[in-house]
């Protein structure tokens, strides 16, 4: 894991503003090392780990006894190594909906994942190799800690990548798939606009247009921005 110094003790952030107590994270994954990388990271960093799972049975059981602000789980783990932690991360977010869920995968596999993701807030999906750039990591789960939804700009890279017959982002221009996918990274209007070098009127621009393309109503929920990514999401 590529190693980055630590935050300063003056450092401020938006996860920093957002309470006063340390961020709580409870870490799901059946590879040692790599749970053990995870929980000296998010230390160095401000986040106290309060536990660690090898499998899903003890990961709903650590978030029962803690009830975390986060757990980032793995979705393969044991015993069949499919979907046990996507499982237990559903009936996590039943039972603890104000827990924070971020899924990684070695893999591209959003399919069985839509369903939590559509949930709209505090949850996330990254391939593990997002890991190693620590810095993106750290700002993505204090995104999600804020109540942003999170899919790996590498899935929407790809998917936007694939031709598909009806694929709803066929529809969309170059700067609009641009625009869908930071979308999909939970950055706002602003975020976006710095990125872009473009002024948030023209982005505010684009993502009505891409809402128009993919026929997705007005209406007061600030969800439609997710709706967007899952809807070409599920298009694959």
């Not at 952030?13 to 870490?27: H, K, N, S």
Request: glycine residues 6%; proline residues 4%.
């Amino acid at each position: 894991m590529t190693s980055a110094g630590a935050p300063s003790a003056g450092a401020t952030g938006r996860g920093a503003e957002r309470t006063e107590r340390p961020r709580t994270v409870v870490l799901a994954d059946d590879d040692v090392l790599l749970r053990e990388g995870l929980a000296s990271l998010l230390e160095r960093y401000g986040f106290v780990v309060v536990g660690q799972a090898k499998d899903a049975s003890e990961l709903v059981a650590l978030v029962r006894e803690h009830v975390p602000d986060l757990a980032i789980v793995d979705i393969r783990m044991p015993p069949s190594n499919t979907t046990e932690g996507l499982e237990a991360a559903r009936l996590i977010r039943r039972e603890f909906p104000g827990t924070g869920i971020l899924l990684l995968s070695a893999h591209v596999e959003v399919e069985q994942a839509m369903e939590l993701l559509a949930a709209g807030s505090r949850v996330g999906y990254l391939l593990k190799s997002r890991v190693m750039d620590v810095a993106d990591f750290i700002e993505t789960i204090r995104r999600i800690d804020l109540g942003a939804s999170v899919v790996d700009p590498c899935v929407v890279q790809e998917l936007v990548a694939a031709h598909r017959k009806n694929d709803p982002l066929e529809l969309l221009t170059q700067r609009e798939r641009e625009v869908l996918s930071l979308m999909a990274e939970g950055r706002s209007n602003a975020g976006i606009a710095h990125r872009l070098w473009i002024t948030e009127g023209t982005v505010e621009k684009h993502v009505r247009s891409i809402l128009t393309r993919m026929q997705l109503p007005e209406t007061q929920e600030d969800h439609r921005r997710v709706l967007a990514v899952l809807a070409f999401l599920e298009s694959r």
